[in-house]
């Protein structure tokens, strides 16, 4: 069906934008229980991917927990008793792309009917947090809703719907969800690969005034320093070398020790370090007024804890970060970067900005120009401001013409690009550790990650998947760089 080729290859591309952890689909199968004596079937689970890390993180969750209930996961949306798109809410882009799909997928679940196969779709994440209800109005093919809270009880909420009821479950759960998420198997972690996301806090209190997370994810939860060890001990015990920690402040982490003690990032990271086999660690997103001197000297001290940090700041002027809420000025986050690149000279830096906030003039823009000269990104994320309901942003009477955003957007992603480049030429001639991740577009080549973050492309063999080795940067590519063995 052609329809369907748009959800399968968009799976592939549209989640994780800030690393490129490409997982950004998973899929499951039910053995039903058989009716009237007839045979059983496996049900199969497709599941499709928006927004951050953390939705890769939560998919893979979801998918675990139906695993357990008896589905299998197919690449193929034909294929599936269950399509499941776990969604994002961040700009109006992101949150309409969820409508154009499920009008594809109402296409999809008739044709089906017509075959006698019953097709359940599941409309998950920020979008399903944000819109509740109302996805069911606009949707009405959508049998359930389910938030970011309350994913663990999916396999209820799919019960419940198979009997005929449209189900919405966005309420906060008083019960902790990570409790009561089934434990994904060794088989199914290696088969995710050798760098895994591991998220350790949810959910946000800053309350930017462009943004819609701490509606949408709620206020800020940390997980013990326990579960996170557990969790961290069985993903290395299935194969994985390199975790990702995630949240959407993950720097503002704090979570609960074992000697009843509030801990922080930098502790975290020292004690995760201390796992056999786990090679390398990352986290992200951080906030630069959540950076204190334990996470700082933890890049100092920590040969684990890879060079490189995603340190979004937005604007570089104050009057927009003080419209922003953002409570730092560029000074401040200018000097916070010379102290870390002070305890960590060969860090990569990266960020995230938007322009043409409510009010943002000429001068506010050449004021983040400015700012990203003097930092000189590794890589960086930019966007156009998208007003988004219910945030104070959205209700200013100085919104920013479509056309003056994207002539800034484009001189903005010009300089960032130019700076990428800089910054991938300079490693040329660079012998580094390569973790090697998966097979790479021409047979006999892998692709691995630099210590930066960067996609290095190398001659190795299959079974070297999961090694770190030493290569010697040759070439930069459009988005990755060239390297041989040493
Ligand atoms: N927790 C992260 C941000 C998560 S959202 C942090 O605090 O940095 C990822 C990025 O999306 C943000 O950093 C911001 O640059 C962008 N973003 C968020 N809301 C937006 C909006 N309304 N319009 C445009 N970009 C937005
Ligand atoms: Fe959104 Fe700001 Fe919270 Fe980041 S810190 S999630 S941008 S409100
Ligand atoms: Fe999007 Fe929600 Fe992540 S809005 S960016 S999926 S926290």
Sequence with gaps: MKQMQTLTQAAHTQAAHTQGHGQAHEKASETGAPKDGAA?????????????QMNVYDSERMSDALFKDGYQKTDNPEDADLLLLNTCHIREKAAEKVYSELGRIRQLKEALAEQGRELMVGVAG??????????????????VVIGPQTYHRLPQAIARARLGEKVVDTDYAVEDKFEHLPKADK???SSRGVSAFLTVQEGCDKFCTFCV???????????????????????????????????????????????GR?????E???????????????????HPRDMDEALIDAHRDL??????????????????????????????YLRLIERIRAARPDIALSGDFIVGFPGETDADFEETIQLVEKVRYAQAFSFKYSPR???????????????????????LQKLLRQHQVEFAENCIGKTIDLLLEKPGREPGQLIGRSPWLQPVIVDAKPSQIGDIIKVRITRTGTNSLYADCV
């Excluded at 942003?393 to 919104?399: K, L, N, V």
């Design 40 to 52: 059983p079937r496996t049900r199969k689970v497709f599941v499709k991917t928006y927004g951050c």
């Design 126 to 143: 920020c979008v399903a947090q944000a819109e509740g209800q109302e996805i069911i109005r606009r949707a009405p093919i959508v049998d």
């Design 187 to 189: 088989k199914t972690i």
């Design 213 to 259: 997370v701490p509606y949408t994810r709620g206020s800020e939860v940390s997980r013990s320093v326990q579960q996170i060890e557990r969790e961290a001990q069985s993903l290395v015990d299935a194969g994985v070398r390199e975790i990702t920690l995630l949240g959407q402040n993950v720097n503002a982490w704090h979570g609960h020790g074992a000697d």
């Design 262 to 266: 509030e801990w922080g990032l930098g």
């Design 268 to 286: 975290l990271l020292r004690l995760l370090c201390g796992i056999d086999g786990l090679e390398r660690l990352r986290y992200t997103t951080s």
């Design 303 to 332: 040969d684990k804890v890879m060079p490189y940090l995603h340190l979004p700041v937005q604007a570089g002027s104050d009057r927009v970060l003080k419209a922003m809420n953002r409570r730092h000025t560029a000074q401040d």
């Design 389 to 411: 309901p219910g945030t104070p942003g959205a209700d200013r009477d100085d919104h920013v013409p479509e056309d003056i955003k994207a002539k800034r957007l484009e001189r």
